[in-house]
């Protein structure tokens, strides 16, 4: 009887758990609970919370990557990619997209990573607040940005690149410019492509070459959601995927016990090598 009792519990605990989760779920995908605020606004929220690093040598207005976090927050990797380009003679525009939310590393664990709060539809509204922040920074070339996201970060690119694409501007935002102004290229670490990702590949902007690198092993974002849909993008849109490789395989502080996330130091050398090229093909650096 006792034990018949436990599990009803139990049950019921489960049943009302899968409700709310759901409510969740539903109320972020309707938009109902989505601040919306003007990209003013959005400058204000970010502000304090990015980052900007430049190469110490410039002495005039330089490129810039403008990069975006994975869902868990900033880590060590974004800082590994950052001294990589300023190294390289561009300048790091780093966005902390949660913290600007008071969005701890348990919240981005237990709600970011698991759909329940910040999208990446909302977060792209991030992007055209950084592309702000860069347009007023003396030492930044406006007119020569690359956009690099990490997982949550690459999504939230796609969906940018998707918003821009349809002539729409991102349903956080009351009103931006058309398009994004100033982005030459766009760069996707591990992309998550599956649901409630906006972006299919049909609708992405011609005029800003994206460029995805994949793990051939990622169960977080796995490989072939994303390759169908960038398959659809056209000649402007390429990827590559890393064999052996796991999810964040470049992040050098992946939680020890998750065989999801196996960070490979050769790898994440070859990677950071990768998008440094890419720019400099880009941005025609020497």
């Known amino acids: ?15 009302m758990l899968v409700g709310v989760l759901l409510l969740a779920y539903a109320v972020n995908l309707t938009h109902v609970a989505m601040p ?39 880590r060590q990797v974004q800082d590994d990619y950052a ?3 300023v190294e390289a003679g561009y300048a790091a525009l780093i966005i902390n997209s949660n913290e600007a939310r008071d969005i701890g590393r348990f919240g981005s664990m237990s709600q970011v990573c698991l759909a329940l709060r910040l999208l990446g539809q909302e ?14 920074h003396p030492g930044l070339d406006q007119d020569q940005v690359a956009l690099l996201g990490w997982s949550h970060g690459g999504w939230t690119i796609l969906d940018a690149l998707t918003f821009a694409g349809r ?8 009103g931006v410019p058309d398009g994004l102004p100033g982005v030459q290229l766009a760069l996707a670490m591990y992309p998550y492509c599956g ?30 959601r994303c390759e169908r849909r960038l398959e659809r993008g056209g000649a402007h849109v390429s990827f590559e995927i890393y064999e052996g490789q796991t999810h964040a395989f470049d992040e050098p502080n992946a939680p020890p016990l998750d065989p999801r996330i196996v ?13 440094v090229d890419l720019l400099d093909e880009r941005f025609s650096q020497p």
């Open 123 to 136: 977060r792209a509204a991030d992007i055209h607040a950084g592309l702000k922040i860069a347009a007023e």
């Open 36 to 74: 919306r605020r003007t990209v003013e606004q959005q400058v204000a929220l970010l502000r304090a919370h990015t980052e900007i690093r430049l190469p110490e040598a410039a002495s005039e207005p330089v490129p810039v990557v403008v990069m975006l976090h994975g869902c868990g927050g900033r």
């Open 195 to 224: 649901f409630p990702a906006l972006a299919d590949g049909r609708d992405l902007p011609a005029d800003i070459p994206l460029h995805a690198i994949l793990a051939e092993d990622d169960v977080i974002a796995p490989a072939n």
């Open 83 to 85: 001294n990589a380009v």
């Open 1 to 15: 009887m006792f034990m018949r009792k436990l599990l009803s519990f139990a049950l019921a605990g489960a049943a």
């Open 167 to 174: 002539d729409q501007y991102p349903n956080a935002l009351k």
């Open 263 to 275: 960070y490979n130091e050769n790898a994440a050398a070859q990677a950071q090598r990768r998008i």
